[in-house]
């Protein structure tokens, strides 16, 4: 009941309001549990998608969604819970992860959809990731739920990291076909069987998206190009630093020039 009054608040506004299209709604299964594995390029993804399914997916979210302070913050947190949606502390590491897991069985097990971003953060420049094959695979392959690929498109551009009020614009939302995985029954343990599984349903992703593919985790990309830009600004501050050397020099000189010529 709270799912719904929470989707009809606030789901019906934002499709009015945006209005996302929508390729491959058939594709989602009518019942029983399945996948759905997303590529991830804003913190509105997991407001579009939910808000424009009949079912309601369930999707791990880390657990500073739910402690923000702040309106914001709260209204993050009320939106978050109503729908479901689990929080999980990714700070400890692999215990952190096991979590995760298991919270993906259980919504599974109930017969429900959950909910997976495999890049496992969002990406930094509208790229597309290399998929982290812990999480995804292993409740793919311990559940024997089907995977279906989903594609969120220009959702980066409605409300960029940084920007509080969002831009009115059309979003879109392209499902593809269900990935059955049932030939690697037992196999969830073995690593190399963990990244197939997870390369095949970033390639559908990929498909789906159009996004260039990067074979780096997102998370390392991040880092890359916060030194870049650290580097870059250090660069500057010394380039400042030595141009006001620079002009000391030269005034120092003209003084000296000036006193000479008196």
């Known amino acids: 009941m709270i799912y719904g009054a929470m989707k009809f608040s606030i789901g019906g506004p934002l499709k009015l309001a945006f209005r996302p299209w929508v390729e491959g709604l ?22 579009f998608l ?17 402690t923000t302070p702040g309106v914001k913050g709260r209204m993050t947190a009320a ?9 999980v502390d990714r700070s400890g590491g692999r215990g952190a992860g096991q ?6 069985l259980d919504v599974l097990e109930r017969g429900e959809l959950f909910g997976i971003y495999p890049e496992g953060t969002r990406s930094p420049d509208g790229r597309l990731y290399r998929g982290k094959p812990g999480g ?17 498109i220009d959702t980066e551009k409605i409300q960029p990291p940084g920007k509080v009020m969002p831009k009115l614009m059309r979003p879109g939302i392209r499902i593809g076909r269900p990935l059955d995985f049932s030939r690697y029954n037992g196999m ?17 992703i990929m498909k789906l998206s159009g996004q260039e593919y990067v074979d780096i985790y997102a998370t390392a990309a991040k880092r890359q190009i916060a030194e870049a830009a650290k580097a870059q600004k250090q660069a500057h501050k010394e380039a400042q630093k ?3 050397q620079a002009h000391g020099e030269a005034g120092q000189v003209h ?3 000036g006193r000479s010529g008196s």
Not at 33 to 45: C, G, T, V
Not at 50 to 66: C, G, M, N, Q, S
Request: proline share 6%.
């Open 26 to 47: 058939e594709n989602i299964p009518a019942e029983g549990p399945a996948i759905l594995a997303s590529n991830h390029l804003s913190f509105s993804d997991s407001f």
């Open 50 to 66: 939910p808000a424009v399914l009949d079912r309601k997916v369930t999707f791990i979210a880390k657990a500073e969604y739910f």
């Open 79 to 87: 939106f978050f819970k109503g729908v479901g949606q689990l929080p």
């Open 99 to 104: 979590a995760a897991i298991r919270s993906g």
């Open 136 to 152: 995804l695979a292993r409740v793919a392959l311990a559940s024997g739920a089907p995977v279906v690929p989903v594609a969120m």
């Open 188 to 204: 969830e343990h073995d690593r190399f069987v963990l990244r197939a599984v997870t390369d095949e349903v970033m390639y559908e």
């Open 242 to 244: 030595e141009a006001g």
């Open 255 to 257: 003084g000296e020039a």
